[in-house]
C-alpha cells in the first residue's frame, strides 16, 4: 500500500503494510539509519523521533498511525549539526559509544520545544532514554545549555 510522509520537511512516497512500524519505514524504506533499533518496546527511546514536534518512539507506532503529522528525523534537525543541542552534546561530550544519542537528541528537542526553559529535574522527568554508558548528568548539562547556555 502506497503512502505520503512529511519527513524532515520533504513530501516522501512508500510502499508499506499499514502496519509497518515507523522506525523500519525511516531506516529500511527512506535509508534515515539515525533513529536507532533499541529494544522494540518503546522503552529505550534510541527509536525517538519528532512528530508534530512531539517527541515520540517509533519502534511501535505503525505507519497508518502517522496520518499527516511532520517527522523529523536526527537527520532533519540540523543537516550540518549546529542545532543548539548537537552543539550543546559536543560541548558537554555527552556521547560515548553514541547509539541512543539520536534518540536522547531528539527527546530534548521535543522537550525543549514544549517548555523552553526546563530546570534539571524537568529535563530528567522528560527525558527517560536509556544509556548503557551512563551519560545521563552530561545529558542534562547539555539540555540545560542548549536552553539558555546554563
Given at each position: 500500500?502506497?503512502?505520503?510522509?512529511?519527513?524532515?520537511?520533504?513530501?516522501?512516497?512508500?510502499?508499506?503494510?499499514?502496519?509497518?512500524?515507523?522506525?523500519?519505514?525511516?531506516?529500511?524504506?527512506?535509508?534515515?539509519v539515525g533513529t536507532k533499533f533499541g529494544c522494540g518496546q518503546g522503552?529505550?527511546?534510541?527509536?525517538?523521533?519528532l512528530l508534530d514536534g512531539v517527541a515520540t518512539r517509533s519502534c511501535g507506532l505503525p505507519l497508518?498511525?502517522?496520518?499527516?503529522?511532520?517527522?523529523?528525523?536526527?537527520?532533519?534537525?540540523?543537516?550540518?549539526?549546529?542545532?543548539?543541542?548537537?552543539?550543546?552534546?559536543?560541548?558537554?561530550?555527552?556521547?560515548?559509544?553514541?547509539?541512543?544519542?539520536?534518540?536522547?537528541?531528539?527527546?530534548?528537542?521535543?522537550?525543549?520545544?514544549?517548555?523552553?526553559?526546563?530546570?534539571?529535574?524537568?529535563?530528567?522527568?522528560?527525558?527517560?532514554?536509556?544509556?548503557?554508558?551512563?551519560?545521563?548528568?552530561?545529558?542534562?548539562?547539555?539540555?540545560?545549555?542548549?536552553?539558555?547556555?546554563?
Open positions: 500500500m502506497r503512502h505520503g510522509l512529511l519527513v524532515n520537511g520533504e513530501r516522501r512516497e512508500v510502499e508499506a503494510d499499514p502496519d509497518m512500524p515507523l522506525l523500519w519505514v525511516l531506516r529500511d524504506l527512506l535509508g534515515l522503552q529505550c527511546g534510541a527509536c525517538t523521533v497508518s498511525a502517522v496520518g499527516t503529522a511532520a517527522v523529523t528525523t536526527i537527520e532533519g534537525l540540523s543537516p550540518d549539526g549546529t542545532h543548539p543541542l548537537q552543539r550543546a552534546w559536543v560541548e558537554h561530550g555527552v556521547a560515548q559509544c553514541g547509539y541512543c544519542q539520536p534518540g536522547m537528541i531528539m527527546a530534548a528537542a521535543g522537550l525543549l520545544r514544549q517548555q523552553p526553559k526546563p530546570d534539571a529535574d524537568g529535563v530528567k522527568a522528560a527525558i527517560t532514554n536509556l544509556c548503557r554508558c551512563g551519560s545521563q548528568p552530561r545529558m542534562v548539562q547539555a539540555v540545560l545549555a542548549a536552553a539558555g547556555g546554563r
